[in-house]
């Protein structure tokens, strides 16, 4: 047997054990609850329980399979193939596919800035980088897993959507508005090498184990969100206390948006940790535009990466983009909250 | 002349691990090569790499973006040395 099959053999022979667990969580876990712990049916905690126990499994077996899945589609998509893509492409056809490839290229925050210089540098327009830049990290694939796990596949696709469109138009505007002397002036002046690496060649064995690698990383990062999250969400399973936050985040007040916004921002984290806290505010009445709007202005505009990208951008490039892309998930914001 | 190898990173978490990992390789093996990190991003970018952590094996860049295990790490460094 060659090396190529024998590394397909065990994903596929786990394929049918995951597809079995996913299957079967609920009577698994009603087995749990009501046969082997022999909890009374209805309380508060019963159902929390039944909850957590259920919830957790669920979300840990979309991320592994989606990420291993991911994984493999990533190693398709390098950095140097985005940028060849996105050379001398004209202004919105090269937003719309700049943030594709957001989505789709491998990207972490600390590589923001010698993404930037790259692109620029071998002549991707200011305003085609921005889109990349922008759906690079907010559509990212743990919070779709998320959104869809806790969520279902509509609010999941909404994010996807309406992320996309803030990614393409801010990027638009920008290119549009010819921001290019706020760039910092050695950006335009410096020569950069040429990358000398060649091209690996991957075989399929090393796709699978990019997946594997990708699933170790990601998992074993988020796994603790995800315990404490769904932990929360379970906590507050059939409770709708009034609280502060909702009070202010509520419908009725337009300024619900904007200040959640204005939260968001300076507010850093990943998509992991904020989705615990969306599903709480969601869970509490907090309607969907105004939580998708705090996620959406949490993990797509973080000061730590405005305050990477200041090494590339005068402030005035950078007020554009946080106001740009602000502006858009106020927008956002508003027409899922009058929509639904 | 002596070999160098380049840890190219601007202090994220994978760049550091790239350099420890890079260092217990050439360490517990004995190879005769001196290990650099270079931190400034302008430095960096004269090695055209637009994903952090990079390895720079003599003036080649042998990979960028990612972490390799120690044995890949391991065959990265003998087959520069051997060369």
């Known amino acids: 047997m060659n090396s190529n099959r024998k590394a397909l053999l065990i994903p596929l022979l786990l394929l049918p054990v995951w597809y079995l667990l996913y299957r079967n969580l609920q009577p698994i876990t009603n087995f749990l609850i009501d046969t082997v712990f022999k909890l009374e049916k209805g309380t508060h905690l019963t159902e929390s329980l039944r909850f957590f126990i259920f919830e957790v499994p669920k979300v840990m077996l979309l991320l592994t399979l989606i990420i291993f899945i991911v994984g493999i589609i990533r190693t398709f998509f390098t950095p140097e193939r985005t940028r060849k893509a996105l050379e001398g492409k004209s202004l919105f056809t090269g937003n719309v596919l700049a943030s594709l490839l957001g989505v789709v290229t491998p990207f972490c925050s600390c590589s923001a800035i010698p993404l930037f210089l790259g692109f620029v540098e071998s002549g991707v327009p200011l305003g085609v980088t921005f889109s990349f830049l922008i759906a690079a990290p907010m559509i990212n694939e743990v919070a779709v897993i998320l959104l869809y796990g806790l969520f279902g596949w509509k609010v999941m696709l909404m994010y996807i959507g309406t992320g996309l469109l803030i990614a393409i138009f801010a990027g638009y505007i920008i290119g549009k508005l010819k921001l290019e002397h706020w760039v910092a002036d050695w950006v335009y002046k410096s020569r950069f090498g040429n990358n000398t690496q060649e091209e690996q060649k991957l075989l399929f064995k090393d796709r699978i184990r990019f997946g594997y690698s990708a699933v170790k990383d990601i998992v074993g990062k988020v796994w603790i969100y995800i315990i404490i999250g769904v932990g929360i969400g379970a906590g507050m399973h059939g409770f709708v206390p009034e609280n502060f936050m909702v009070s202010i985040m509520d419908k009725s007040h337009w300024y619900s948006v904007p200040l959640s916004v204005l939260v968001g921002v300076p507010l850093y984290s990943n998509a992991a940790g904020i989705i615990p806290i969306v599903s709480v505010l969601i869970e509490k009445g907090v309607p969907l535009g105004t939580a998708l709007a705090f996620m959406m202005s949490t993990i797509g505009l973080s000061l730590p990466e405005i305050i990477i990208l200041k090494k590339v951008l005068k402030w005035p490039l950078i007020a554009t983009f946080i106001g740009v892309v602000a502006t858009g998930i106020l927008i956002v914001g508003f027409i899922f909250n009058w929509l639904l | ?83």
């Open chain 2, 1 to 83: 002349m002596e070999k160098i190898i380049k840890v190219l990173g601007t202090g994220c978490a994978k760049c550091k691990t790239l350099e420890a990992s890079v260092r217990e390789v050439v360490s517990s093996n004995n190879y005769p090569v001196e290990v650099i990190k270079i931190d400034d991003i302008m430095e960096i970018m004269q090695f055209g790499i637009m994903t952090t952590p990079g390895l720079v094996l003599g003036d080649q860049v042998a990979f960028s973006g990612r972490v390799p295990s120690k044995d890949e790490l391991k065959k990265y460094i003998e087959q520069y040395i051997n060369a």
